[in-house]
């Protein structure tokens, strides 16, 4: 019999979880499945089009059908579970929070397995085996015994707790539901607990989802550890290239220096010695006419005197080239030039090695997503203060230094203060993710973020002129971005509040439409080097009302 029995079995088992049917149900092509399988089955097929096919022979419903239970087929699984399931060993109650059979001797009681909501008892398995043989037993609503039946009951009216009472949120009897609850909306609480199972499933789906979305996250990563070696070894590589490159480059310089060096030696010795024979030639000359002269002084004879002065040449006493110190000139000027392109190379060295360094140095393991919606920014906030000593001298900053408006009286002086144009910065030096926003009534306003450094007195200390800065100049007629003096249009519809994101490790830098969703204006991608401070800048006339920025209060 019991042969028999296990080759019956795997006709009632379903299909996808390969047990007895749970809440069993049937399809048009016979196969039969629990609910809750062919259900979940289905979900992930929702996006083929509205095609639903059969796990086992893969015939195919449109529309999605409406399961119903098979209720033959759920009888005989009962039955078939009741005839070969033996009932466990009873276990005597060895914990306060054990649930005692209520037809076990009082003295030593075995744990209750199950409870009866309409006989309201305990059974352990070897008593609840029993119930089994009676058939009006069968139609009784059983439960595991997880907690006493006296917790189940009204403490008021010592009835069954059979209804949820949804305006208070509470458990109650039949007695309290047409008593103090009369005029409350209740439901069963069978009813509730499927609305229950609803938001519980579909906190499921989610968590399943998010798990999913982990794993691939994980193997992402995993896979990302195992190539990192890989990726150093060929980054190392080119960087080794072209740093031999750049050394290849200046010994090949230097050899052609040292060659021109050389034959400008060589050059310049020939010229040298040839101006020697030139010289001691002109000094025979110059000894020999120096001697006439002589000759000629001594002599008594005034005529003869003046006739031989008239008769000599003046070109001999004026020499018309001086060898100098040229070549001294020359090779000092190479070493100048030399020096010259070292101090270049140190400076070139000097401004991108922060950047190779903050690049090579930031590695990304973050699992955390880019934010999409306005709540997503928000975890991001972080409070944020305009600094009263970098702000222009006409610039008021009131709400607790939030807001800043034209003034008609300057403030002291300081170094720090911006002079030249309408702007101010924060107090706060950025380093990781933030978010704000800026609410602004102007002709112009500046978003911007910039290093501490920037100039403050020169046409660079606007935002968006040099590279320190960057920013969103914001007017009613649109948008552009500047950095570097350079300026990029931007498309997009006029707002009166602006999002700013950072992400600074991942150098990324973007300004938003502040909207549901929101809407990118301008994204950059760069390798910050120092730590940036917002800024916000004002373009205004003195007869101009209203107008104000200030940092929104996300905090």
């Not at 010229?271 to 002084?297: C, G, K, P």
Request: aromatic share 8%.
């Amino acid at each position: 019999m019991a042969d028999k029995q296990q080759r019956d079995e795997p006709q009632f088992c379903c299909s996808v979880c390969l047990a007895r049917p749970k809440d069993p149900v049937s399809l048009n092509c016979g196969h039969n499945y629990c609910r809750s399988c062919l259900e979940g089955f289905w979900d992930t097929q929702e996006e083929q089009r509205g095609k639903y096919s059969c796990p086992y022979c893969r015939e195919t419903f449109s529309p999605r059908p409406v399961l119903r239970r098979n209720n033959m087929l759920a009888e005989l699984v009962e039955n078939l579970s009741v005839q070969q399931a033996s009932p466990p060993a009873p276990v005597a109650c060895a914990d306060p929070s054990d649930v005692a059979c209520d037809f076990c001797p009082e003295t030593r009681p075995n744990k209750a397995t199950m409870s009866c909501l309409t006989c309201l008892a305990s059974y352990c398995p070897a008593h609840l085996q029993s119930r089994h043989s009676v058939p009006v037993f069968k139609k009784h609503q059983l439960v595991s015994a997880t907690v006493p039946l006296q917790e189940k009951m009204c403490t008021k009216h010592n009835k069954l707790i059979e209804i949820y009472c949804r305006t208070d949120e509470q458990l109650v009897c039949s007695v309290c539901a047409v008593d103090e609850h009369k005029s409350h909306t209740t439901t069963s609480v069978s009813e509730q607990r499927a609305d229950i199972e609803k938001h519980l499933v579909s906190r499921q789906k989610e968590i399943q989802k998010r798990v999913v979305q982990r794993e691939e996250e994980l193997e992402g990563l995993k896979e990302a550890e195992e190539n990192l070696e890989s990726f150093a070894d060929t980054a190392l590589e080119d960087c080794n290239k072209i740093f031999g490159d750049l050394i290849a480059s200046m010994l090949r310089r230097h050899g052609e220096l040292k060659q021109l060096i050389a034959d400008q030696e060589k050059t310049a010795v020939a010229h040298a010695q040839e101006l020697r024979l030139q010289l001691r030639e002109e000094v025979t000359q110059l000894r020999r006419r120096d001697t006439e002269l002589e000759r000629l002084l001594r002599t008594d004879d005034h005529i003869h005197l003046i006739q031989v002065f008239q008769s000599l040449s003046p070109s001999c006493d004026s020499p018309d080239f001086s060898p100098g110190a040229a070549p001294q000139r020359c090779f000092k000027d190479v070493t100048e030039s030399v020096s010259e392109l070292r101090d270049k190379l140190e400076t070139v060295l000097n401004d991108t090695w922060p950047r190779i360094s903050a690049t090579v140095s930031y590695v990304d393991f973050s699992l955390l997503p880019e934010p999409q919606s306005r709540e997503d920014f928000l975890r991001y906030c972080r409070p944020l203060t305009l600094d009263v000593t970098s702000n222009y001298p006409y610039l008021n900053l009131v709400s607790k230094n939030l807001m800043m408006k034209p003034s008609p009286s300057p403030y002291a002086a300081r170094p720090d203060r911006f002079t030249k144009f309408a702007q101010v910065l924060c107090e706060e030096g950025l380093s990781e993710r933030c978010y704000w926003e800026v609410e602004w009534y102007a002709r112009t306003l500046s978003a911007a973020v910039a290093y501490k450094d920037i100039s403050r007195t020169s046409d660079e200390s606007r935002f968006g002129n040099s590279d320190k800065s960057w920013s969103l100049e914001c007017a009613k007629n649109g948008y552009s971005f500047r950095h570097n003096n350079v300026e990029t249009a931007v498309s997009g519809t006029s707002s009166n509040k602006i999002g700013v994101y950072l992400d600074y490790k991942a150098g990324i830098l973007c300004f938003y439409q502040v909207s549901e969703p929101m809407v990118l204006l301008h994204k950059v991608k760069t390798t910050f080097t120092q730590p940036l401070y917002p800024g916000l800048g004002l373009n205004y006339e003195w007869y101009d009302a209203g107008v104000f920025a200030q940092l929104v209060k996300l905090w």
